[in-house]
């Protein structure tokens, strides 16, 4: 090997036979979904939970009377984008739906934790194999970040699949949405959650139906209508969003024609498969 130098040189020279340089980590500390189209209201929802997420505590968006499909999800991740967009979680976000209540595809903490370890830049073959030490490694990630990192662990069906996520001091913030309160996680803020109000549930409906199409006035012309397949709905936004969905399809039918067939429908969750 030759290597030969000219001009002059200031300082000191070193000669090596390999040099290596590393990659920077790839982190992904901006996976929050997309707001929901259809949302609408919750103005004093939002409010709680921008107000718990100043504090330490964790926050648990919980369903009243383990209702499904009254928009926990859509909650949460507007509150997120609305935390993020003032500035509270210059950190960025870690969002993982935990599927908690679907058969077979639950997600176990050991799975979550590598996720969220390949989200905080560690490499797949760094990432270890026993749940405790992939633990202690994404505390240790996020123990280093100063700027607060926010944590929505979303779909979760038990404490069990919560603590092992939860991140350590008091520089980040974690949210929560449950169909149960979750009482194991200590010190958690908890916010229950109802169906939509009428007013609002309307409001919902025509909000889908604008999104797909602004000159749709159906919801103006027969609010009456409106009002009632809200009530056929049970103003779970889950429901209307179907509903809506169906009527965006299809916008020669009336909501008349809606109702009807919710009316006389012998079961309605026939008529809301989508």
Known sequence: MHNELTGDVH???????????????????????????????????????????????PVVVSTVMGLAGVGKTTLAVRAAHDAVEAGLFPGGVLFIDLQGYSTGTRVEPRAALAVFLHALGVPAGQVPAEQAAREALYRTRLAERTAPVLVVLDNASSTDQVKPLLPPGTTHRVLVTSRHTLGGVQGARRIPLDVLPEAEAVAMLDNVLRAADPADERIDADVEAAREIAALCGRLPLA???????????????????????????????????
């Open 11 to 57: 300082g000191f020279v070193l000669q090596a036979a390999d040099v290596h340089l590393q990659v920077p980590a790839v982190t992904a500390l901006a996976g929050l979904p997309p707001v929901d189209a259809g949302f609408t209201g919750r103005t004093a929802d939002l409010a709680l939970v921008a107000e718990a997420l100043r504090s330490a505590r």
């Open 240 to 274: 209307l969003g179907i509903v809506a969905a169906l009527l965006a399809d299809d916008p020669e039918l009336p909501l008349a024609g809606m109702t009807a067939s919710l009316r006389e429908a012998t079961t309605r969750l026939g008529e809301l498969t989508y």
